[in-house]
């Protein structure tokens, strides 16, 4: 029985699916305008992990992440470069991609962009002026917050002191100066045609919208950076209150912040610190378990030295993996350890405790090296890959046959006694990483 934190409600509650046995989980996605920092990855790991732990509890999961391809910093960053905000997005987009299967991640399985959807938030829009949730100005539609009575439930924060919202223009000419935009005409960058004049739609209702036609109704798991609570999440819980009458997930899961020196990134610090780049220099695997080597909710302060104690971690993970595959070679038994995943399953299901699954992995480590009987050290050594993989985690071993050759003549060699020639084999394993 898995228990999860829900945003909504504050408490850590029993996550129970709308339709038994499948689970319907949205995500927000990337604003494709630039390469993502390792902040930004943090989400990306998080819940593909998620969609894998729930797969191996035999949950159907439908995993809908969205790609935000029209944006005002799209049009900024067109402008910068002197081309079409449609290269850029889909520049970045194949960036993202490409840097999403790097780091150990399967793509979602949608990944919707929002402007095939332009049509379907035109007509969202009209149903919630029609209902009086929604009026027009010169600059554009906004959508009146007080008109929803629990707003500011998933953030907490209270109407009359709402900060102003820094995503969207504060134009003048608001009802209320705290509503946002629906629609916002614009006179530069990309336009599309609606009947309240041509323009772009806000990025709030991009979502709002894209879950609506996708999953036509309330899902199970929306999630997201803990940055996106207040306005994002908040907003798009409006309109779907005022669109569709229900806060459009159960449960809203969020992802704490990584910062860097225990300063937030930010690109006028001069302290961004891209994927490209630190997989250019670290093992992806590294990073991926530096990321699940911390509990989702808890904020994580990177620095190199984290960084060089994960590295540490994983070359124990790996060099432990050769070792016991060199002796089992592949003749071992596809079998898991009952009592290994259960508490596997027990740690998991306390909020995805993912610090502790790291636990069970060392520890697994330490018997995989004491362990003798072959038998036991295959199940051991199967339970412990599927561990991995559920994690996302693929250390990549090719035990080839000159590796096997080797390894099998340095034995030979030991019990024959011949010391000079097995020192020169053991050498050659050690170097490869083998011993």
């Known amino acids: 029985m898995i228990k999860i934190y829900n945003t909504l409600s504050k408490k850590v509650e029993t996550f129970e699916p709308l339709h038994n046995g499948k ?21 990306v790991i998080f819940f ?17 992440s969205n790609i935000t391809d029209i944006d005002d910093r799209i049009v900024e960053k067109a402008i910068e ?25 399967k793509l979602p399985d949608k990944m919707p962009k929002a402007t095939h959807y332009i049509s379907d938030m035109v007509r969202y829009i009209e149903k919630l002026l029609k209902d009086g949730y929604a009026y027009v100005k010169d600059s554009g539609v906004y959508f009146r917050i007080s008109k929803v009575k629990d707003y500011g439930k998933l953030s ?13 223009d504060n134009e ?3 009802e209320n100066s705290k509503d946002f935009a629906l629609w916002k005409k614009v006179d530069e960058g990309v336009e599309f045609e609606s009947p309240f004049g041509k323009g772009r739609p806000g990025w709030h209702t991009e979502c709002a919208v894209m879950n609506h036609e996708i999953f036509n109704g309330e899902i199970d798991i929306h999630g997201g950076g803990a940055d996106l609570i207040f306005p994002h999440h908040e907003n798009e819980i409006a309109q779907t209150v005022a669109h569709s009458d229900h806060h459009l997930a ?20 001069g302290n961004t610190v891209l994927v490209k780049d630190l997989i250019n220099e670290t093992n992806p695997n ?21 960084l ?14 050769k070792r016991v595959l060199l002796q089992i070679k592949d003749n071992y038994k596809k079998e898991l350890d009952i009592t290994i995943i259960k508490n596997v399953e027990d740690v998991l299901n306390d909020d995805f405790n993912t610090p502790n699954l790291i636990t069970i992995l060392q520890d697994l480590t330490k018997e995989l090296n004491k362990e003798t009987d072959l038998e036991k050290l295959g199940v051991l050594y199967y339970t412990f890959t599927y561990i991995l993989d559920m994690m996302g985690i693929d250390l990549n071993i090719n035990l080839t046959h000159e590796i096997l050759d080797t390894y099998e003549k340095w034995q030979v060699a030991r019990s024959n006694k011949d010391f000079a020639s097995a020192d020169v084999l053991r050498k050659k394993l050690i170097d490869q990483g083998w011993l």
């Open 23 to 43: 689970v319907n989980m949205y995500v927000c996605g990337p604003t494709v305008y630039g390469d993502i920092h390792v902040g930004n990855a943090r989400p």
């Open 48 to 64: 593909d992990f998620v969609k894998r732990y729930l797969s191996h509890l035999n949950y159907d999961v439908f995993y809908v």
């Open 81 to 105: 470069e002197k081309t079409s905000e449609d290269i850029i997005a889909n520049k970045y987009t194949e960036a993202f991609i490409n840097i999403t299967k790097s780091i150990g991640s």
């Open 156 to 168: 907490g924060q209270i109407l009359e002191n709402l900060e102003e919202n820094i995503r969207i």
């Open 172 to 174: 003048d000419d608001k």
């Open 250 to 269: 159960k449960y809203w899961m969020h992802v704490a912040r990584l910062n860097i020196e225990n300063v937030k990134m930010s690109k006028s610090l």
């Open 286 to 306: 590294v990073f991926r378990l530096l990321i699940l080597g911390h509990q989702y909710r808890q904020p994580i302060n990177y620095t190199r030295d984290l």
């Open 308 to 321: 060089d104690q994960y590295e540490k971690q994983y070359q124990k993970l790996e060099s432990t993996a």
